[in-house]
Structure formats: C-alpha cells, structure tokens
C-alpha cells in the first residue's frame, strides 16, 4: 500500500533532521509547517513519493544523531484559500510574543517551513516583513527568533531553498548561518483611481499595494504569463507556464496595448541608468542569479538586478524566447541590464506587474511607480560553499 504524504508525514520525517541542526543547538524550538495540500509536492503521485523517500531517507541518517535542541515542537497547518498562510503566521506570531518579548532572555525560536508553491512562502514572507515594519518590537523579535524554510512543493520552486528537497535540506545538514534577505516592493506614487488594487479582489487578501516579491518583480509579457498560467492551474492541475510563454508571443500585445516607457534606475540613491522606449517586460530582482518560471535564468549574473528587454517583433521574440531560459540572452542587444536597487517606472498605457507568481493590474493613471528593495529584514537559512551570492547579508 502507497503511504500518502501529508504535511503529518512531512512532519514526522522533518522533525530529526530539524532537531540534530546546530542552528539551534540547546534552544527550545517551534516548527510551523503551513503547507498548501494541493500543491504538487503532495498531489503528484511522482513527485510526492520522490519527496517523501528523500524524506525518509535523509530522516533515517539522523535517527540516532544527538539532538542539538533542548526541546522541540511541531505544528502543521494546512492552508485552505488564498492568504489563509498569512493568518497562520500572524496568529503564531501574536501566540509565542510573550516567550519572545525579552530577545535577550529568551531561549525560544520559531522557524517556519513552507510547503507550497511560491504563493505560499510569498504570504508568509509579506506578513513576517508586515509585522517587522509595525513597530520596532516586532522588527527586533523577528530578526533574532525568528527563521524560514521554504521547500520545493510547487511547480516553479524559483522561491525556495533549493530546488529540489535534497538541496534545501543542505541548509540544516551544512548551515553557514541564519542570514536576512531583501524583498522588492512595488509602490504605485501615481493617481489612485480605477481599478487600482481591486483586478484581485475576489482574492481574500488585501490586493492594494504595497505589493512585495522575494524572488523578482516585474511588469509587461511575463506578468501577462503568469496571469494567464494561474487562469489556468484555477481550472486544470499542472504547470502550463512554458505553454503561455509560446502563445504570449501571439496574444499579448492583442490584450495589452504597447506604450512608452521611461524608466530611472538607481543604486544607493545614485542615479545608474536610464531607458526609454517600448518594452517587452523590466523587471528588479531581489539579487542577482534569479530564475522564473520554473528555473528559467533571467538575471544569469552576480550583480545585476535589473532586465529590461525592448518591445520586439513577433519573428525576434520566437527566435529569442529560447535564451531567457539558459541565460544566454546577457549580453546581447536586445537585454539591458543593470546593478540596481530602484526603478522609477512612467509608461501611458494599462499593463501587468507580477510579484512571485501573483499578478496585478497597473493602469495608465496609477504611474509613476517605484519599484525597488526593501531593507534585508527576512531570515533564511544559508549553506556552506554556496558558489552563488543570494543578496543575503548578516546583521549585527
């Protein structure tokens, strides 16, 4: 009989791996395992049992390892609609402040594991980076008790801590350290009239920006791709990303009329770039070496953030399309890159942002609009002889 795997099960398997860490050596640790059970990590008959014998396995290796935690609880819960996660994080949250009030003092710790596609540590991650900004307290809390592990259980993983479980799990067997991460915010400084924040508003969430991205933030033919491909996953399970990326070539510029952009780009305040023009997408990742749409390598680079691709032919995106997957689009004409950390966007027509696979609708009267980095404030788990700078940073 085929064991299924639940987030119980991942639980179980996640508990000694977890407890023989030395990121918490002789702490009292709180797992909150908030997993989406319609993922494909859990729905996948392959990818499930893939997941859980790798689980299996690397739990066994550990079984008789000496646990490094002085105590160590579990909880899971599964998200049932959209920004059901970020109700989780916030009742946790609000749950452990008294254990946590005096960060000098207290010898708890809460790590998060999201199992889920990118949507699910995208919600916990903007509530955890919400519930740092509201006060000074919380900031203080979030940073020294406070961590985030995000597994591969979706279908683009471009979020997450490794793309496959046995990367991600490098992070406990091999840690270099617990370390902060940026976010990219997208502000709207334009008019705050028509649709401005409500395209989702069948969404429980609070669809009004500030949006936030972990991973990259972008308007134009992408955020028409990924608002097409979730139109689609809503209907049919699967992964029919590179389906869109085929027919954005044919239907996007039918949906979305072309327009003027004027985009200022800068690095700590310093204006370090200038673009203007038509575009096909522009768009700031949170460091450089991010992928999108299921590990496709959009900023291929060490240092730069930004891509911006001019509006193109029908025959040039065909012959092209094929380069933003393995990154050899760098370097040639037809891609701008920039070392950035802010882009000032004006453009005069409707168009597209998307943040870590949430899409949203930016009209002609909402811009300016500033997209740029937030101060690194989320904490994530790093791993030993990482040849790839992940913009993460230590805090004193």
Known sequence: MIEIFTSSTLAQNLQPIIASSSLWKDKDLHVIIIANPHSGGFTQPKTAMSNLKILQEESAKVK???????????????????????????????DMLPLLKDTEKTNHRVLFVTAGG????????TKLLGLSRSSEEYKKIIQKCYCVLRLPFGTGNDGSDG????????????????????AVEVIVEGEKKGTYGEWNKSKKENVFPPWYSFNIASIG??????????????????????????????????????????????????????????IEFAL???????????????LPSDNDTVCITPRMSLFKKLSTKASFNDGSHYGKSYSQFFDADKMVINYD?????????????????????????TEPVIPVITVQDDPINHGTVKLD
């Not at 000496?66 to 994080?89: G, L």
């Not at 990118?118 to 991650?125: K, N, R, W």
């Not at 085929?246 to 996007?252: I, Q, V």
Request: hydrophobic share 30%; charged share 25%; glycine share 8%.
């Open 163 to 182: 793309r496959t479980i046995e990367e991600t799990l490098l992070r406990l067997s091999k840690p270099r350290g617990i370390e902060f991460q940026k």
């Open 64 to 94: 008789d390892a000496q646990s490094q935690v002085k105590t160590i609880e579990m909880r899971t819960y599964d998200t049932k609609y959209p920004s059901h996660s970020m109700e989780f994080v916030e009742s946790t949250f609000m």
């Open 284 to 298: 700031l990742g949170a460091s450089g070496h991010r992928t999108y749409g299921s590990n496709h390598k959009i």
């Open 349 to 373: 027509e409707d168009i597209l942002v998307q943040v870590d696979g949430e899409a949203h609708l930016l009209q002609k009267e909402n811009f300016p609009v500033v997209i740029q980095h």
């Open 118 to 125: 990118d949507g699910t540590s995208l919600e916990v991650q």
């Open 221 to 278: 033919i992408d955020a028409f791709i990924t608002h097409m491909t979730n139109k689609m996953k809503d209907k049919f399970p699967g992964d029919f990303y590179q389906i869109w990326v085929d027919l954005a070539c044919l239907f996007y510029n039918s949906n979305y009329k072309p327009g003027h952009a004027k985009i200022e780009m800068f690095k700590n305040g310093e204006k370090v770039g200038y673009y203007e023009g038509g």
